[in-house]
């Protein structure tokens, strides 16, 4: 009997396990996700995204199979299982990181979380990292492949999930280089001019990536408001009619909200002077306290660094029933 073609193999394939590469998607998003939480427990959780994701389109996972048998990277498949074994990234994630900072402590925990003995995902193979060893092109991210648990009625069948870090402008990149027409199996082949392109492309936007990290750094430095409660800056000191004014608030997040005054003038509301109103030195979240929108009765105190609002008195609000 003749062996099934590779197309009706990949087929076989998808009918029998789709139901569960949709399953293992969503718990490999949530444990994603659950990482990005803890890193960025006091920070902006926007600087990491886990949302993008895709289960392969048949035709492509097909043409990939055949292009690795041409380059004898492996046998041509027999089995569905065949099929399955040679494909790591059938089903796939992405998670988009604005800094690298954030991509280095995304990518430590998440093998921290995989290597640890009680840990019901793991890795399939080691991971592989493209950032602090890019490719010949240039390319540039973390690339993992995790073993996602999913229930069936034969038991626990362990599915691969392949999960790429990236910061945004490391994603742009493909996109900026049209990686995807010159990629391996690729409508067009890559010239000489396009490779040297891309590679400075690359070397460019790592660049921006440096930079912007240090951006970052610095106004984390500057948001940061390291006075004690009581020193003569803070706002209980400036109680005073004389002294205060009412600003309308812009923006909140963990560590900061941003304000506005009547005459225009934009300032920060810190952690501390709220903790300060609070009676705490518990770490607090300044968004749990303080809404966009809110009018608050602040002391001004503008320093080398910055302009700050550190209120006198929060908005009271009625008690949740």
């Known amino acids: ?24 998607l969503v718990a490999a998003t ?3 996700e659950s ?5 960025l427990e006091d920070d902006d959780r926007d600087r990491l995204d886990a949302g993008t994701s895709r289960i392969k389109k048949r035709s492509r996972a ?4 055949r292009r690795k048998v041409a380059e004898g990277v492996f046998d041509r498949p027999e089995t569905v299982e065949d ?3 040679s494909l790591h990234d059938i089903v796939g994630i992405k998670v988009l990181c604005k800094s690298p900072r954030d991509l280095t402590a995304f990518t430590l925990a998440l093998e921290s979380t995989c290597n640890a003995p009680d840990s019901a995902i793991g890795f399939a193979i080691p991971p592989v990292n493209y950032v602090d060893h890019p490719k010949e092109s240039g390319y540039r991210a973390y690339h993992a492949i995790l073993l996602v648990p999913v229930a069936t009625n034969h038991g626990t069948r362990p599915i691969k999930v392949e999960v790429q870090v990236k910061t945004r402008l490391q994603d742009a990149w493909g996109e900026l280089t049209h990686e995807d027409m010159y990629r391996p199996g690729g409508v067009l082949k890559p010239d000489p001019t396009h490779e040297d392109y891309a590679r400075r492309m690359a070397d460019l936007l790592a660049t921006v990536d ?14 940061f408001d390291s006075r004690t409660p009581g020193s003569a800056a803070t706002a209980t000191d400036a109680r005073d009619e004389h002294t205060t004014q009412v600003v309308r608030v812009t923006r909140t997040g963990p560590k900061y909200a941003l304000a506005v005054s009547a005459d225009g003038r934009r300032g920060i509301v810190p952690a501390q002077s709220v903790r300060a109103l609070l009676g705490t030195s518990d770490r607090i979240r300044v968004s749990d306290h303080i809404d966009v929108g809110d009018d608050l009765t602040v002391a001004v ?3 080398a660094e910055a302009l700050y609002f550190r209120p006198v ?3 009271d609000r009625p008690a949740s029933s």
């Open 62 to 65: 097909v043409e990939k199979i």
């Open 301 to 303: 105190d503008e320093t």
């Open 30 to 32: 949530a444990f994603l």
């Open 83 to 85: 099929v399955e074994a």
């Open 210 to 223: 440096d930079m912007a990290d240090t951006l970052a750094v610095e106004l984390d430095s500057k948001t």
């Open 1 to 24: 009997m003749a062996a099934p073609s590779l197309d009706r193999l990949v087929g076989s394939l998808y009918r029998e396990r789709s139901r569960y590469w949709n399953v293992a």
């Open 35 to 39: 990482i990005a939480d803890v890193v």
């Open 313 to 315: 008195a929060l908005v």
